[in-house]
Every structure is written in C-alpha cells, then in structure tokens.
T-cell receptor
Framework: DVKVTQSSRYLVKRTGEKVFLECVQD?????MFWYRQDPGLGLRLIYF???????EKGDIPEGYSVSREKKERFSLILESASTNQTSMYLC???????????????FGSGTRLTVV | QKEVEQDPGPLSVPEGAIVSLNCTYS??????FMWYRQYSRKGPELLMY????GNKEDGRFTAQVDKSSKYISLFIRDSQPSDSATYLC?????????????????FGKGTKLSVKP
C-alpha cells in the first residue's frame, strides 16, 4: 500500500514558535501537497511541489513555507505560529498513472495542530 | 460561482437506508471524478474513481457522473454505521501532469454522514 506518513498526530505549540510538520511518502511520487482543513471551509491548498527543490504556492500560502530536499519528503514550516493557524494539516502525494491517467491523491493521517 | 459545490449536511439516516451524496461543478473540462471518505480525525481515502461519464459500481457503492448536467453522485446501498464519515468529491481536468497545477484536484467541502443503528 502507498503510505504517506505524517510525523505527528497531535501538536501543541506556542504563539510565535517556528513549527515544522514533516511528511514522507514511500511510493516515489513526484507530486506532494500540503492542505489545511477547517470546519465549514473544507480543504485549502497551502503549497505543493512537483519535483525536488520545486515549490508552488497554493491558495493560502501566507505564513507558511515549505521545503523539499528529497523526493520522498515534504516539510511544511510555520515561520511564526499564530492562533489562526490552529487546524488539521494534511499531506498528500500523487503521480501520473499508467497510460497518463490521473488517479488522485493519497493522503496522510493528518496532524492536528493547536497554537496557544 | 464556486467550481465545486457540495452540500455540507449533516445527513443522518437509519441503518439500511440508501444514501445519495451529490456535487455540482461549473468547469465542463473536468473529466476525472473521485469520491473520498474521511473518518473523524483521519486523512481522506480514495473510495471511488470515475473517468468521464457513466456509472461505476463497487460493492454497496455506486458513483454516477452526468457531464451534461455537471452533476456527480455517490450512492450507498444498505448503509451501515461504519459508513458514518465525511464524504468529499474531487475532480480535475488533466490526464497527465508533469509540473504545474494543471492536474491538481478541486475538492468539494464534504458532506458529513451519520448512519444510526
């Protein structure tokens, strides 16, 4: 099975701290994504990457940065955590399928981040 | 108008009922349609995948795509308490994506379903 592993299930951090969320996938997928999920707002794309050292802004990149030094690892960084960044963070990966079909994403289990 | 609209519910049904979950969309170029199931405090998992129009059946689940109406549905027959989850529709235009956002999925906000014993 494709596995997307997020390093922490639950995190509590203080306002102003620098926070690192780690994501590792084991299927050699080219594309990786970071979303946050909030009640009533659904999934919102923060950043994505389609290759090592490449990154693209999603819909809500402000206050976040990312790093992809290796193909299997995609890190989300909260430069200075704020209470409005309390959320469920989901990592996902994908790859062009056989015959060029798009088979969607595989998600990690999520990290529930609380900023106090 | 948002690209993908999905009624957030919540939807509560008795065990054994037939459940119908729906999404509408505005982009006629969408050709890949998916349904994800997300249990509480977990990540979404791919449940059904459909390319272009038509129906797809997998056990108690049927996914239906009507491109002329820009409408997709997920039917759950003989619903079980274990089906209680949030269901998200997702769709995209592109077949192959090497770089860029062309193949990124567009998600609905999800419908929360509760199946009561």
């Amino acid at each position: 099975d494709v596995k997307v592993t997020q390093s922490s299930r639950y995190l509590v951090k203080r306002t102003g701290e620098k926070v690192f969320l780690e994501c590792v996938q084991d299927m050699d997928h080219e594309n990786m994504f970071w979303y946050r999920q909030d009640p009533g707002l659904g999934l919102r794309l923060i950043y994505f990457s389609y290759d090592v050292k490449m990154k693209e802004k999603g819909d809500i990149p402000e206050g976040y940065s990312v790093s992809r030094e290796k193909k299997e690892r995609f890190s989300l960084i909260l430069e200075s955590a704020s209470t409005n960044q309390t959320s469920m963070y989901l990592c996902a990966s994908s790859s062009p399928g056989t015959g060029g079909r798009n088979y969607g994403y595989t998600f990690g289990s999520g990290t529930r981040l609380t900023v106090v | 108008q948002k690209e993908v609209e999905q009624d957030p519910g919540p939807l509560s049904v008795p065990e054994g009922a037939i459940v119908s979950l729906n999404c509408t969309y505005s982009n006629s170029a969408f050709q890949y349609f998916m349904w994800y199931r997300q249990y509480s405090r977990k990540g979404p998992e791919l449940l059904m995948y459909t390319y272009s129009s038509g129906n797809k059946e997998d056990g108690r689940f049927t996914a239906q795509v009507d491109k002329s109406s820009k409408y997709i549905s997920l039917f759950i027959r003989d619903s079980q308490p274990s089906d209680s989850a949030t269901y998200l529709c997702a769709m995209t235009t592109e077949t192959v994506f090497y770089g860029g956002s062309q193949g990124n999925l567009i998600f609905g906000k999800g419908t929360k379903l509760s199946v009561k014993p």
